[in-house]
C-alpha cells in the first residue's frame, strides 16, 4: 500500500501576510527574484483567478518539474496535489499568517505530505528528502529578501 512522509520548513518575513501572499502569488515576476516557476496551464487565467482542477506547471529548479492541480486558493493558503497514481503523490502547502513572534510580521509554512510506493524517497536519510529541503529554504530566502527590499 505504500508509506507517508512529511516535510516542511517556515520563515518568518518583515511583512503583512497580505504583503507576503502578494509577491508570493504574482508568478509572472518570479523570474526577476528566484529559480522557481508556477505558470497556469490556462494563460487566461491569474493567480487570483485559480480555483480547485485548476492545471499549474510548477519547476522547482534542479530538473525538478511537474503539473499538479490547485487544491486551494485562499487568502492564507494556496496548496496543490501533484500524483503519479499508486507510485508517488504530494500534497504541496503554503500557510500565509500572522506571526506569533514578531508582531507584524508573517509566518509562512511550507509543507507536503506524501504518499505512494514510493514515499519513502522522502524520508530522513535520503538524498531526495534533503535536496528537496534545500529547494525550499531557498526558495524562501528568495521570498523573504524580495518582500523585505521594499
Known amino acids: 500500500m505504500g508509506q507517508s512522509q512529511s516535510l516542511s520548513t517556515q520563515v ?3 511583512a503583512s501576510p497580505d504583503a ?7 508568478f509572472p515576476r518570479y523570474k526577476q ?4 516557476s508556477i505558470t497556469p496551464i490556462d494563460s487566461s487565467k491569474t493567480s487570483a483567478d485559480l480555483k480547485p482542477n485548476d492545471r499549474l ?4 529548479g534542479g530538473g525538478v518539474a511537474f503539473q499538479p492541480l490547485v487544491v486551494e486558493n485562499t487568502p492564507d493558503t494556496f496548496q496543490w496535489l501533484g500524483a503519479l497514481p499508486v507510485l508517488f503523490s504530494g500534497k504541496h502547502e503554503f500557510y500565509f499568517s500572522p506571526s506569533n513572534e514578531h508582531p507584524g510580521e508573517t509566518t509562512v509554512v511550507q509543507l507536503e505530505n506524501f504518499t505512494g510506493l514510493l514515499a519513502f524517497l ?3 536519510g535520503w538524498s531526495m528528502r534533503q535536496s ?3 529547494k525550499w529554504d531557498a526558495f524562501f530566502a528568495d521570498l523573504k529578501k524580495e518582500v ?3
Do not use: A, C, H, Y
Not at 527574484?33 to 522557481?36: H, V
Open 132 to 134: 528537496t529541503l534545500e
Open 122 to 124: 522522502m524520508g530522513p
Open 57 to 60: 506547471k510548477v519547476d522547482i
Open 20 to 26: 507576503v501572499r502578494s509577491v508570493f502569488m504574482d
Open 12 to 14: 518568518e518575513i518583515q
Open 33 to 36: 527574484w528566484t529559480n522557481w
Open 148 to 150: 523585505e527590499k521594499s
